[in-house]
């Protein structure tokens, strides 16, 4: 059996479609992460013994194994406590933990790295703590790790592939789908590889720009 | 919680963390292979040769492990290359492993001052020599750290070849909670696997880090 292409066209919306979800779940997930990524780093570090310890359990948890693991035990754990979501939903809560784990961890560092001055001095100007580190500790803390995140985004794109196992019609399953009706593997899954390669191109070049536009210039 | 299942099917992780074991260690090699010689090429002389590494890089890291090894597996039949699961696993992987190896390897050579090579060339060394016996030697106590975290990824990473069917610790814990319906125990089960796995390996490098620094 060797390659033919000429059976791709017809099922090029099928793949679009995939990669309009594959989309809207990295976005998604993204920004699960984001802020939960600020969450979990508060939490870790400003929170009391017994929200910090299942925290630092959680994450060391999450860092130790691997997403795909994950999912399945998001997915069919929710299941199992009478939680019925939608597949995408579970995948995007399953990615968006996983990444904000990671994402925590840049941010716990870089808030112990902001200058100790700088809350001290919020302080004096009356701010509560809660607010000093709102409007003062976390958004320098939050710029200065925008790179490494930005990174961890894009791998988050990749990663996103590893949904379709738990069945989210995106990219993946949509290659998966056309195989099914044509039996033409290489021909779908390289054409998903090279439609994930544009999406990376894409979100690198949307990444580095909004890098460019948060990061404080030095 | 089901300890009692837990007892029950444990022998089988077992089992199972030996293939993700072996999976890795085999991975491991390939992908060190495959980012020096990455790594060679995206430092040659030669344009061309400079150019088929930057691809590399980019392709496989641009692209989904998952879906390289869809290609490699399902699509290979196609263009005659047929594999079993195993080895699909192991050479999809790897070569992909390579490509974060090959920037981890060439980071830490262009790290090297400039000066050590200028040094050894005055010196009368060849081309070669100064890259084995001068600037290697430095670069290498460089890569530990780094390509310790490449293992760590990469041995998460062994995870997806339950995709592709390989008996290894995901695909026991995936086929455990289908049957029992008891995701949380199998998680548990392997995931502590898993973060054993994980540990030893993240000792294993400090060891050999603090090696090879010198003081």
């Known amino acids: 059996m060797g390659l033919d292409f000429s059976v791709v066209p017809k099922y090029f919306d099928i793949l679009l479609l995939g990669c309009a979800w594959t989309i809207g779940i990295t976005v998604a997930a993204a920004l699960l992460s984001f802020f939960g990524g600020i969450l979990f780093a508060v939490a870790a570090l400003y929170g009391p013994l017994i929200i910090r310890l299942p925290f630092r359990l959680i994450a060391w948890v999450f860092m130790g194994t691997p997403l795909l693991l994950q999912l399945f035990l998001i997915y069919f754990g929710l299941v199992q406590i009478g939680i019925d979501l939608p597949a995408f939903v579970a995948g995007i809560i399953g990615l968006g933990l996983h990444f904000a784990v990671y994402n925590s961890e840049l941010i716990q560092t870089a808030i112990l790295s902001v200058d100790k001055g700088q809350m001290e001095a919020a302080r004096t100007v009356g701010l509560s703590r809660g607010q000093a580190l709102r409007k003062v500790v976390i958004p320098q803390a939050v710029r200065a790790v925008i790179p490494p995140i930005g990174n961890n985004m894009i791998a988050l794109l990749k990663d996103s592939a590893l949904v379709s196992v738990i069945g989210v019609s995106e990219l993946t399953l949509s290659a998966q789908r056309a195989i099914g009706a044509t039996y033409r593997p290489f021909e779908f899954y390289l054409m998903a590889a090279a439609f994930y390669y544009v999406i990376n191109l894409g979100m690198e070049w949307v990444v580095r720009k909004i890098e460019r536009r948060i990061s404080i210039s030095r | ?215």
């Open chain 2, 1 to 215: 919680m089901d300890i009692d299942l837990m007892l029950r099917v444990y022998p089988f992780f077992i089992e199972a963390a030996w293939v993700t074991i072996l999976l890795s260690v085999l991975t491991a090699i390939l992908g060190l292979i495959c980012g020096a010689l990455g790594a060679a090429a995206r430092l040659s002389r030669f344009v061309l040769v400079r150019f088929l590494g930057a691809a590399y890089v980019s392709l496989f890291r641009g692209t989904p492990a998952l879906i390289q090894l869809f290609i490699l597996y399902f699509g290979g039949p196609q263009i005659g290359i047929q594999l079993d699961a195993f080895e699909a696993g192991v050479i999809g992987l790897g070569i992909n492993a390579g490509a974060y190896m090959t920037e981890t390897i060439r980071g830490a050579i262009i790290s090297i001052d400039k000066g050590q090579r200028e040094a050894a060339r005055t010196l009368g060394l060849s081309q070669w020599q100064t890259m084995y016996k001068v600037i290697l030697p430095q670069a290498a106590r460089l890569m530990v750290r780094p390509l310790g975290v490449n293992l760590n990824m990469l041995i998460k990473a062994t995870a997806l070849v339950a995709a592709i069917s390989v008996i290894e610790l995901t695909y026991t814990a995936q086929r455990y909670i289908g049957s029992t319906y008891k995701p949380f125990e199998m998680f548990l089960l392997a995931g502590i696997l898993y973060m054993i796995i994980i540990y030893v390996t993240g000792r294993g490098v400090a060891w050999l880090d603090r090696k090879v620094q010198i003081n």
